[in-house]
């Protein structure tokens, strides 16, 4: 373990022992920290973590999410970590599955906590939501060599404990169950299904992946409002592609969106 000083949470750390092949195996815990992905990034160029190596901490000062948004979270009451990965039997061109994987791993997490609730959604590209409320949010950042993956950052931010927050569409375990949990606990049972996620991948069930992932993906083949370029429209999202753009269905043609090109009207 390294840290810079010894808290209580740490001494809880210490005690985690995933039910793991490698993922979770080394965990580095950092009291605080700008971001776990910049840490993680930097122990992988340093050739300091092994495959399946978490970087976890109580504050995050800098966290970053998707479309380049600050993440938010209130020390010691939410999870905030990073795994470091090594696919290289992953073509560079597929790591869109790597995405599914990890949304549907921390989907399985969620349900696992407050049952199969159909309210518990990945909401493309990879942010959870319950209800109309973000949960939690994932950033996967992939270092490549040529056309494989040499190693990926797999950033997860989700919301336990906190009750209060500066937005109305966030919420936490907390604020939908009234119960408290213990962060040590529960970080143990995310890297467990983080695992068996990833390993579906690597024996190469991509078709169940997918099929999962569209099963639990919001507004899928739902009619709902979206803005394109700044205007209106109504669509359905039918899937999406091998790129990970999304598919969606507007007046009879089907159009395909990358992160920045689409956005969710409520």
């Known amino acids: 373990m390294l840290g810079l000083n010894v808290t209580k949470y740490e001494k809880q750390v210490e005690a985690i022992y995933p039910q793991t092949l490698f993922t979770g195996q080394q965990l580095v815990w950092l009291p605080e920290c700008a ?31 998707q479309r380049g948004n600050q993440w938010e979270a209130a020390p010691g009451e939410n999870l905030t970590l ?14 869109f599955q790597l995405s599914q994987v990890v949304a549907l791993a921390v989907h399985d997490w969620g349900s696992a906590l407050l049952g199969a609730d159909p309210a518990l959604r990945v909401k493309w590209p990879n942010d959870i939501f319950f209800g109309q409320q973000k949960l939690g949010g994932i950033l996967i950042e992939n ?8 190693y990926s950052i797999v950033g997860i ?7 209060e927050f500066g937005v109305s569409t966030a919420t936490s375990l907390t604020c939908l169950t009234g119960r408290a949990y213990s962060l040590p606990t529960i970080v143990a049972r995310l890297l467990e299904c983080l695992e068996r996620r990833y390993l579906q991948l690597r024996a190469g069930r991509v078709g169940a992946l997918r099929a999962d992932y569209l099963r639990v993906l919001y507004r899928y083949q ?3 409002s979206y803005e394109i370029e700044g205007r209106r429209v109504t669509g359905q999202i039918v899937g999406v592609d091998e790129h990970g753009r999304l598919a969606v269905a507007i007046g009879g043609h089907l159009r395909h969106f990358d992160l920045k090109e689409i956005k969710y009207v409520h």
């Open 82 to 95: 990073s795994v470091i990965w090594h696919p290289s039997f992953l073509p560079a061109a597929d790591q």
């Open 35 to 65: 971001s776990t992905n910049t840490e993680a990034h930097n122990l992988a160029v340093q050739n300091r973590a092994t495959d399946g190596c978490c970087v976890i901490t109580d504050k995050q000062t800098a966290g970053r999410g």
């Open 157 to 163: 931010g989700l919301n336990i404990n906190q009750r």
């Open 222 to 224: 739902e009619e709902h």
């Open 143 to 150: 270092t490549l060599n040529g056309s494989k993956i040499q």
